[in-house]
T-cell receptor
């Protein structure tokens, strides 16, 4: 079993709904990430948090809003999504070493399969 | 643009056989290269991670090699099992980035048949 837990596993939402994806890890990792993965494609980085502060936003539309309430939790708030936003959303975490996360492997959760209707 | 190219795109082998997956990259300089295994509908799981100074790294039946001169890496799977059926993704971490901003290959889909 993965040490990064994501809930829910599956989510179906309409374009006017507001929902949230949740991610939790208790490995003491201080870097946490959101990735989006479409079928048969590699994961695409969305956001990076380091020490609970947003470090990287890969030009993600504002209908995706991340939140890191503490060192163990990472949320992704969803609002007014489009059908093309349907994908597997992966959360990951890693240690932050003195040189950043150069040699620290990412630990991925099993993702939330999101369908926007 | 930094790229990671993997071959073959897909592969079918018989249970018990060995196979080798290839990864060519243009990312330079880079900090480390990783191989992940991703089962369908699940998140990627790290198999190996190698710095630019390492040539080989093993994890059970998985052995990764790295040739920094030719910018090539391979993942060798020995005595394949049905549970090895998955997508294998090569990932390169560019140097100079403060966090894991990784360049992903598109993966090789491996099917091990009985």
């Amino acid at each position: 079993d993965t040490e990064v837990t994501q809930t829910p596993k599956h989510l179906v939402m309409g374009m006017t709904n507001k929902k949230s994806l949740k991610c939790e890890q208790h490995m003491g990792h201080r870097a946490m990430y959101w990735y989006k993965q479409k079928a048969k494609k590699p994961p695409e980085l969305m956001f990076v948090y380091s020490y609970e502060k947003l470090s990287i936003n890969e030009s993600v539309p504002s209908r995706f809003s991340p939140e890191c309430p503490n060192s163990s939790l990472l949320n992704l708030h969803l609002h007014a999504l489009q059908p093309e936003d349907s994908a597997l959303y992966l959360c990951a975490s890693s240690q932050v070493t003195a040189r950043g996360s150069y040699n620290s492997p990412l630990h991925f959760g099993n993702g939330t399969r999101l369908t926007v209707t | 643009k930094n790229q990671v190219e993997q071959s073959p795109q897909s592969l079918i082998i018989l249970e018990g056989k060995n196979c080798t997956l290839q990864c060519n990259y243009t990312v330079s300089p880079f900090s480390n290269l990783r191989w992940y295994k991703q089962d369908t509908g699940r998140g990627p799981v790290s198999l190996t991670i190698m710095t630019f100074s390492e040539n080989t790294k093993s994890n059970g039946r998985y052995t990764a090699t790295l040739d920094a001169d030719t910018k090539q890496s391979s993942l060798h799977i020995t005595a394949s099992q049905l549970s090895d059926s998955a997508s294998y993704i090569c990932v390169v971490n560019p140097i100079g980035t403060g966090y894991s901003t990784l360049t992903f290959g598109k993966g090789t889909m491996l099917l091990v048949s009985p």
